[in-house]
């Protein structure tokens, strides 16, 4: 793991509500650490935040999505029971249950997800999977005028869980996906802020990865890189339950995965492999043969086209409360990416031959 690693960054980024177009909490905790190491730290329109070095040709943008998957408050009945849709993808058993925060009116609103209790569910309802439309957010009021007062149609939240750490250098959090990617690309800027580049670098924490992948297009198009690294997480696929046939071979602990295939450019994953076997850091490979589920999907498209390469973090139980990665994975994409971006000088040629 990389010396200039900031735990206590990740954990404060981890511990704010941030969902999908309300980021600016985790983006403000990134901006601050920016500008202590940075030449120029900036905030577009749309909420992506920026990181730059200064430097010459070629220009590299580094994107990691700052949002999550969270909830909207989408009716409020007259007894004060709050209904609500996703924000992102959800798998909504594990919602049931489950604690909320809540971005109220005048701060935080803590509320818990309801369902009817397995006692009162007929025989034929048991083995049915619950849907976001059974569930609904009870916030301890008893009328819909007291939580007017609190919560707004529009309000958003997220799960309520506080990340852990585990043994194994492994930390337990909800938002992993994809903090992590921010973290990591703003952690890489640091290293190279020691190192300087010849290129020109900015790392980006981007908003509406979940639902739009707005803001990498519109970074793409505003920064006009010539390459670009996107730094999100993958599944791992070393639990009970898992079809590696299908999934591939992806361990917590086994390194950053380099993903080929789609919006991957083909000279930049040669670039990474040798590299990482050249620096003898541990990687898996990933496949992405239609598209990558990720800023990469944007970004390579922008303006003319722009060299991109995904580099993954493994992760298991994507899209929960408790999502999980190994932070030795985390530091050795540091190092990867790092290594990479000083290989490269005003002559390299992103050009499949």
Not at 106 to 113: E, M, N, P, S
Request: proline share 4%; charged share 20%.
């Amino acid at each position: 793991m990389t010396a200039d690693y900031s735990i206590d960054v990740l954990k404060q980024l981890l511990g704010t509500v941030s969902p999908s177009g309300d980021e600016v909490a985790a983006a403000s905790i990134w901006r601050n650490e920016a500008t202590t190491f940075a030449d120029h730290v900036y905030t577009d329109i749309n909420g992506n935040t920026y990181a730059v070095l200064k430097g010459g040709s070629p220009r590299i943008l580094l994107a990691g999505h700052i949002d999550e998957i969270g909830i909207m408050v989408n009716y409020i009945n007259d007894e004060g029971y709050l209904f609500f849709s996703g924000v992102g993808g959800w798998d909504a058993q594990v919602l049931v249950g489950q604690r909320v925060r809540l971005l109220g009116r005048h701060g935080h609103v803590i509320g818990v997800i309801g369902k009817r209790p397995i006692h009162t569910l007929k025989a034929t309802e048991r083995d049915r999977a619950s849907q976001i439309d059974d569930l609904w957010i009870d916030i301890g009021v008893q009328s819909r005028d007291e939580v007017t007062e609190l919560v707004r149609v529009g309000c958003t939240g997220v799960i309520d869980a506080d990340p852990y750490n585990l043994p194994n250098n492994r930390i337990v959090a909800r938002g992993l996906d994809n903090r992590i990617g921010a973290f990591t690309v703003l952690e890489v800027i640091r290293k190279l802020a020691q190192q300087r580049p010849t290129a020109t670098v900015a790392a980006v924490a981007t908003c509406q990865e979940e639902i739009t992948l707005a803001g990498a297009a519109t970074a793409a198009f505003g920064f006009e890189p010539h390459m670009a690294i996107v730094v999100d997480v993958t599944h791992a696929t070393d639990h009970p339950d898992t079809d590696k046939k299908r999934l591939g071979d992806i361990k917590l602990g086994g390194g950053p995965v380099i993903e080929r295939g789609s919006a991957n450019s083909t000279v930049l994953h040669t670039m990474l492999l040798d590299i990482a076997e050249r620096l003898e850091i541990p990687y898996g490979v990933g496949i992405s043969p239609r598209y990558t589920g990720t800023d990469a999907d944007s970004i390579y498209l922008s303006r003319s086209g722009v060299a991109t390469a995904v580099v993954s973090i493994p992760n298991r139980y994507m899209h929960s409360p408790n999502e999980m990665v190994d932070l030795k994975d985390v530091g050795q994409a540091i190092d990867l990416i790092a290594a990479l971006i000083l290989s490269i000088t005003e002559t390299t040629d992103f050009t499949p031959r």
